[in-house]
């Protein structure tokens, strides 16, 4: 089972500011089956990136991802109020499907 | 529009089993590799279990392994979770999603059902 760390486990910005969130596997998979959510609280999750560095559709390009191997980056270039929220990696490249933990971008 | 409805959520005793329905519309649903994911009070996402959309392959987190069965109904545009033994841990939201195929991440969610496991 590849195990998804991520950090920091809550991301205290201001709107503006940029977000770099981190996502460590315990092994190394293709980059091509990693992918960013956003979910907000009563909200169902919302896929951000795919392939690492791929957005989904109608995902403004503030959102990037990156990486490879065992470590992938999630950045937000300017926070926009709609973007605090929980954000999580998961691979699905192989089963079982794992999430990381999750990353909180909280206002400050 | 692609639309996932779930239903059958409720109050269970531990032990005790619940049939947890998914109503897919917008897509082709038969060729969809469809998901349950859940996310606990308090906790992140979990993954739950996954069926590939001919129903040929299917993967279960250990977690539930054994007292979790996904199924579909293509015909009806359908995905269920049969759970039984249910215990206190499986307390959570319920989503229910699809990926393209059974290499692709989740690009669409249902907005979730209620389980709760409390005697």
């Known amino acids: 089972e590849i195990v998804l760390t991520q950090s920091p486990g809550t991301l205290s910005l201001s709107p503006g500011e940029r977000a770099t969130l981190s996502c460590r596997a315990s092994?190394?998979?293709?980059?091509?089956?990693l992918a960013w959510y956003q979910q907000k609280p009563g909200q169902a999750p919302r896929l951000l990136i795919y392939g690492a560095s791929s957005r989904a559709t109608g995902i403004p390009d503030r959102f990037s991802g990156s990486g490879s191997g065992t470590d992938f980056t999630l950045t937000i270039s300017r926070l926009e109020p709609e973007d605090f929220a929980v954000y999580y990696c998961?691979?699905?490249?192989?089963?079982?499907?794992?999430f990381g933990q999750g990353t909180k971008v909280e206002i400050k | 529009e692609v639309q996932l409805v779930e239903s059958g959520g409720g109050l269970v005793k531990p032990g005790g089993s619940l049939r947890l329905s998914c109503a897919a519309s917008?897509?082709?649903?038969?060729?969809?590799?469809m998901n349950w994911v859940r996310r606990a009070p308090g906790k992140g996402l979990e993954w739950v279990s996954s069926?590939?959309?001919?129903?040929?392959?299917?993967y279960y987190a250990d977690s539930v392994k054994g007292r979790f069965t996904i199924s579909r109904d293509n015909a009806k545009n359908s995905l269920y979770l049969q759970m039984s033994s249910l215990t206190a841990e499986d307390t959570a939201v319920y989503y229910c999603?699809?990926?393209?195929?059974?290499?692709?991440?989740?690009?669409?969610w249902g907005q979730g059902t209620l389980v709760t496991v409390s005697s």
């Open positions: 092994q190394t998979f293709s980059s091509s089956y």
């Open positions: 917008g897509f082709t649903f038969s060729t969809s590799t």
């Open positions: 998961q691979q699905y490249g192989s089963s079982p499907r794992t």
């Open positions: 069926i590939t959309g001919g129903g040929s392959y299917i």
């Open positions: 999603a699809r990926s393209d195929s059974s290499s692709s991440p989740c690009d669409y």
